[in-house]
C-alpha cells in the first residue's frame, strides 16, 4: 500500500509539471498532510528546478545574506491576517526560510533573477540534508566543528548558539569533509550542475566560511554601504514585538524548514519576476496543486522593475497568481538620502518592511494602476502595529 501510495504520489505531481491534470485539496487536510501529498522525488525536484526557470541575468550584489535588518517586522501580523499553509513564492538568499518557518506551506518557490541565487539555495539544501539540528546546521554554513553533545543544544537560544562560533576557530579537515558531503547531497539530485556551477556553490560557501558571522551584503561597483546588517545582527533580530523571530533561533523553526527541505519542497527558480515565463510557471503549478499562493515576498524587486519600466509585466504575472483574500505580499523599502522616509518607518532601522495583500494591489493594477513607486508601498500597505 506505501508503495503504490508513493508511486502515485510522482505521477501527480509529474502530471502537474506539464499542467494535464489538478490536485484538490480539502479544508479539512493538516499542513503537514498537504505537505505530504506534494513530496516529490530527486527527479521531479531536477525537472521542476529545470522547467520553471529561465535563463539568469544579473545584477550588481552578490546576495550572500540580506541587507534588510528590518526583515522580520511583518512576522507578527501574519496569524492575524490568517496566512499559513498554502503556496510560498520569495526572493533573494536564506531570509525566505524565517518566513516559511512562520508561513508553513505546503511549498516554497525561491526565485530570482540571479543564477547564482539557485546555486545558493543548492548549497543551503546540501547543509540541512547534513545537520539533524539548527547548531549542526550553522557549524557546518561556518565552517565550525559542531559541539559533542548537540542533543544538549536543542533548547539553547540563538544567543547561545552565535556566541558557541563566536568562539570556535574554523577547522580545514572539517570544511572539506563537509564540502564533500555538501557535493555529494547535490549530486545524487541530478540538477544539471557545470563544473563552474560547483566552483560558484564551493566560492558561496567560502565566503561564509571566511567572514563567519561578520559576512555582509556585498556589491559590485558601489560602496557597501555602513547600514548593512552583518549576518550575526540579521540570526539575533526580532519581530516587531520584540521576539527573536529567525529560523535558527527555535529548533521546532528549523525542523519545519528542513522538514520541506528533505521533501525536496523548497524549489529554486531561475526567472525575472516580470518575465514572460518563471512567475506564471510557478503559478500554474500551483494551481495544479490546488494550492494558492499565501505569501510572496518581493524584497525591493518592484523599485527595479519601476525603474525599467516593467512593473506592468510583473503586475500581470501576479494577476495569474492562485491567490485568497488573505494572500499577502511582503516588500521592503529602503529610506535615505534621495527617497522619502516611509510613513511605517521603524526608528533606527534603515530598511521598512511591508505587508499588502495580493488582492489589493491585483485590484489597483487592473484598474488606475500605480503611477510611482511611492504610490505602491504607501497606498494599500497594512498597518503592521
Known amino acids: 500500500m506505501a508503495l503504490r501510495h508513493t508511486v502515485h504520489l510522482k505521477c501527480k505531481l509529474i502530471t502537474a509539471i506539464v499542467l494535464c491534470a489538478s490536485a484538490c485539496a480539502t479544508s479539512s487536510e493538516t499542513q ?44 507578527q501580523k501574519l496569524p ?18 524565517s518566513y516559511i518557518a512562520h508561513v508553513r506551506p505546503s ?37 565550525r566543528p559542531p559541539p ?11 544567543d547561545d548558539l552565535v556566541d558557541y562560533i563566536d568562539a570556535r576557530p574554523s577547522v580545514a579537515q572539517g570544511i572539506q569533509r563537509t564540502q564533500a558531503a555538501v557535493r555529494h547531497a547535490i549530486d545524487v539530485l541530478g540538477v544539471p550542475l557545470t563544473e563552474q556551477d560547483y566552483r560558484t556553490i564551493r566560492g558561496i560557501h567560502d565566503a561564509f566560511i571566511q567572514d563567519g558571522l561578520s559576512l555582509r551584503f556585498n556589491t559590485f561597483g558601489r560602496r557597501p554601504q555602513p547600514y548593512y546588517p552583518t549576518f550575526r545582527q540579521l540570526l539575533l533580530e526580532t519581530d516587531l514585538t520584540g521576539k527573536q523571530a529567525n529560523f535558527l533561533a527555535q529548533e521546532t ?29 510557478i503559478g500554474r503549478y500551483v494551481a495544479a496543486l490546488g494550492e494558492h499562493v499565501s505569501f510572496f515576498y518581493t524584497s525591493n524587486v518592484e ?44 526608528p533606527g532601522y534603515y530598511s521598512t518592511q511591508l505587508l499588502q495583500t495580493i488582492a489589493s494591489l491585483v485590484g489597483r493594477h487592473q484598474g488606475p494602476g500605480y503611477r510611482s513607486y511611492m504610490e505602491l508601498v504607501t497606498t494599500h500597505a497594512l498597518d503592521l502595529r
Open 107 to 143: 511549498i516554497a518557490f525561491i526565485i530570482d533573477i540571479r543564477r547564482d541565487n539557485l546555486l545558493q539555495h543548492l548549497l543551503f539544501k546540501g547543509l540541512f540534508h547534513i545537520a539533524p539540528s539548527r547548531i549542526e546546521y550553522l557549524c557546518h554554513l561556518l565552517g
Open 148 to 158: 559533542e553533545d548537540v542533543a544538549a543544544w536543542q533548547d539553547r537560544s540563538i
Open 303 to 346: 523599485f527595479y522593475l519601476m525603474q525599467d519600466r516593467t512593473f506592468k509585466r510583473f503586475g500581470d504575472n501576479v494577476s495569474q497568481l492562485p491567490y485568497g483574500e488573505e494572500s499577502v505580499i511582503a516588500r521592503s523599502y529602503f529610506g535615505g538620502r534621495y527617497r522619502t522616509r516611509h510613513p511605517q518607518a521603524v
Open 80 to 97: 492575524e491576517l490568517g496566512v499559513e499553509g498554502g503556496a510560498y513564492i520569495g526572493v533573494g538568499p536564506d531570509q525566505n526560510f
Open 253 to 281: 523553526s528549523y525542523q519545519i524548514v528542513r522538514d520541506l527541505q528533505e521533501k525536496n519542497l523548497v524549489v529554486p527558480v531561475v526567472g525575472d519576476l516580470a518575465g514572460n515565463h518563471a512567475l506564471r510557471a
Open 32 to 75: 503537514s498532510a498537504r505537505a505530504a501529498r506534494h513530496d516529490v522525488g530527486d527527479t521531479t525536484f531536477a525537472r521542476l528546478v529545470h522547467d520553471l526557470s529561465e535563463p539568469g541575468g544579473f545584477f550588481d550584489t552578490d546576495n550572500l545574506i540580506s541587507n534588510e535588518s528590518s526583515y522580520l517586522h511583518v512576522i
